[in-house]
């Protein structure tokens, strides 16, 4: 009987509700926070927050990269733009840049424009109307940079803040062997403190990577400007805001900029 019993249930029993699930932390990759890291490079690498107008932008800026180009500042010297023009190519043959492959593979290395001179910008910006080029900028940037650099954040334990710091590295310094890439960037911070998932307190171990970025920064006439760290991300650490939460407000190369 007493079995039985067991069965009926109880009249106006509490419900036992399955523990709520944790709450997914957000990073870079969110949208919201993704548009933001959008804006922070634009206003570095553009001196403009309407990072969508720059799929148009191309310039020779005298750093010895050749071209560079597009929402990211892809470099005709550094191959990253010969990617973006294959997989535009792959994806829409006979398009207004694809003549100009092979002089993208000669000149790849170099700050030549041998075989670009004198209509490859004209035509850059023409292709730069067409979706499918954005598009293709869009994917390169994430294969390339973004996603590389949101990877690494998490694993190192940062949160939205840390990953940017990673990104905007990279989107500079890109992530080779030499010794003021990405990687070698973060092992030289790492020398001096550890990230939160080996320890270290993140607060600490993100000016360490600074202050290394700084480093790197200096090695370079044309990068010699750190404001983009100086008045732009340690604005956002000293004031503890390690989830880039809105309003944001920063200055690079002396310009103030505002994110509500």
């Keep these: 009987m007493g079995a039985s019993l067991a069965a009926v249930p109880l009249l106006n029993a509490p419900r036992v509700s399955a523990a709520p699930r944790a709450a997914k932390a ?33 310039e020779d800026i005298g750093d010895g990269r050749g071209y560079t180009a597009g ?3 892809f470099c005709s010297g550094t191959g990253d733009m010969l990617d973006l023009v294959q997989l535009y190519t792959d994806r829409k043959p006979g398009n207004v840049l694809a003549k100009y492959l092979p ?35 869009n994917d390169e940037r994430d294969r390339v940079y973004f996603n590389p650099a949101v990877q690494q954040g998490k694993a190192d334990g940062l949160g939205v803040l840390g990953q940017f710091t990673y990104y905007d590295a990279i989107v500079m310094h890109g992530d080779g062997d030499d010794p003021t890439s990405f990687r070698n960037i973060r092992k030289r911070a790492l020398r001096s403190a ?21 480093w790197a920064m200096k090695q370079e006439e044309a990068h010699s400007d750190t404001s983009r760290v100086d008045t732009e991300q340690r604005v956002f650490l000293r004031k503890g805001n390690l989830n880039l939460d809105p309003p944001l407000d920063w200055k690079v190369y002396g310009d103030s900029y505002h994110i509500g």
């Design 103 to 137: 002089a993208l593979r000669r000149v790849n290395g170099t700050d030549s424009h041998a075989g670009l001179d004198p209509n490859f910008p004209r035509d850059w910006r023409k292709a730069a109307q067409d979706t499918a080029f954005q598009q293709a900028q």
């Design 71 to 73: 929402i990211i500042g």
């Design 194 to 214: 550890k990230p939160p998932a080996q320890g270290g307190g993140e607060v600490a171990y993100l000016n360490a990577f600074l202050d290394a970025r700084v």
């Design 26 to 58: 957000v990073g870079l990759d969110d949208p919201a926070k993704k548009e933001i890291a959008m804006k922070l490079v634009s206003s570095a690498e553009n001196s403009s927050l309407d990072w969508k107008a720059q799929y148009k932008y191309i």
